[in-house]
């Protein structure tokens, strides 16, 4: 894969960046900066080569939603930071020109445009003339089949950036665990977990299995599991992996149970069994949390994406302790996805962590694939 340090001349020289610009917004202001400070370096690198650089990406899955305060944050670290409203025409054309060397401009939201979701050609040929050369950073969106991922790469010669190769040397080496290994996979939806849950069990030794997902295996077993949120339907799909052999898969041993609205403090712990049914599990026990102190202490790669529990009600007592569990671990720990990286950075410790990943989906249908559209397309078109 080229990357942005091959490119042979920058100076005077339009980019276009696609660049992870999806931050979460209140009243008109990012709450974090975590994706666009991971995608500066490679901002940085072209404007100070010289290059008219245009940051092109998206925010949100609503339409009329701007990146009017990404572009503000941007402002704030980086000279020369400029804003059109469009991000394709006449207007996006005329800002693009206008540019000098080291000059930056921000595109409006690309999903303004329903050319960049379908990924028309139209859409795609709109956003490449604004430049002669196309940098891929958005690792967090590389699993999504639009204009801006994999229509633009057809059409420019297009490199990597910094940010998109870091990711892809890291997360490799999570393909290639040492011994011992464990994964953790949390959050919810089976069905987008399904395929990552299989190959992970095929490369590491314990895989530990939290949050809502917990529930789908412990239904499977037959376990009546009052209202914990459920994915419903596979449950045959849930039985085959149980039925694996040789697999090391690690289920809760207990858990904090409560009605579905309690708070943290009205919750008991207990085991599955000692559920009703108008209770539902909301983070993994005490005697768990114990438990995987123990594992990620005796592992020399652990590799974790999503809570293990109910993180935005409160419940995040679960994934506080595993977070502190691996930080303190001599472990080379590979971490990724919103509510775990929303712990991490409220714990202070994300200098303990050996790498964490810009992406949710992206990062465990990487890890199923060892590659996606946005990335595959960088390497076998070469313009
Ligand atoms: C994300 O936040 O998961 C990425 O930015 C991709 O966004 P999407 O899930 O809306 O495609
Ligand atoms: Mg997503």
Not at 63 to 72: A, C, G, R, W
Not at 211 to 235: H, M, Q, R
Not at 242 to 269: E, G, M, V
Not at 292 to 314: C, V
């Amino acid at each position: 894969m080229r990357t942005v340090t091959d490119i042979p001349i920058l100076h005077n020289i339009p980019v276009l960046v696609r660049a992870p610009l999806n931050e979460p917004v209140e009243n008109g202001e990012i709450t974090s900066d975590f994706r666009l400070r991971r995608t500066i370096p490679t901002i940085k690198f072209l404007a100070d080569a010289g290059a008219k650089v245009i940051v092109c990406g998206h925010i949100g899955r609503e339409p009329n939603e701007t990146l009017i305060p990404v572009y503000h944050a941007l402002a704030k670290r980086l000279a020369h930071v400029s804003f059109s409203s469009e991000s394709v025409g006449k207007s996006a054309r005329a800002a693009a020109r206008a540019l000098f060397p080291g000059d930056i401009l921000v595109l409006e939201n690309l999903r303004r445009h329903k050319g960049e979701v379908e990924n028309s050609p139209e859409f795609a040929h709109e956003l490449a003339q604004l430049a002669d050369i196309f940098v891929q950073d958005a690792f967090d969106t590389v699993h999504r089949r639009h204009a801006s991922i994999i229509g633009v790469p057809t059409i420019l010669p297009s490199y990597a950036g910094l940010l998109l190769a870091e990711e892809v040397r890291e997360l490799s080496k999570a393909l290639s665990p040492l011994r011992n290994s464990l994964a953790v996979i949390g959050g919810a939806k089976f069905s987008t977990k399904e395929q990552v849950i299989k190959r992970l069990l095929s490369l590491y030794e314990n895989v530990f299995i939290g949050g809502a997902l917990a529930n789908d295996f412990f239904a499977a077993k037959g376990y009546n599991v009052g209202a914990s949120l459920v994915s419903g339907g596979d449950i045959e799909s849930v039985r085959a992996i149980l039925n694996l052999k040789d697999k090391h898969l690690i289920l809760p041993i207990d858990a904090y149970i409560a009605t579905r609205d309690a708070t943290r403090k009205q919750a008991h712990s207990g085991t599955i069994a000692d559920i009703s049914s108008n209770e539902a599990v909301l983070d993994v026990g005490p005697k768990t949390q114990i438990q995987l102190e123990s594992l990620a202490d005796n592992a020399k790669t652990i590799l974790w994406n999503g809570p293990l529990g109910h993180y935005e009600s409160g419940f995040t007592d679960g994934t506080k302790t595993l977070a502190l569990a691996i930080a303190s671990s001599s472990a080379y720990s590979i971490v990724g996805g919103g509510d775990t990286i929303a712990a991490i950075e409220e714990l202070n410790i994300a200098e303990h962590f050996s790498f964490i990943s810009t992406g949710g989906g992206a990062m465990l249908e990487f890890l199923t694939h060892k590659t996606l559209p946005g990335i595959e397309i960088l390497s076998s078109v070469c313009v």
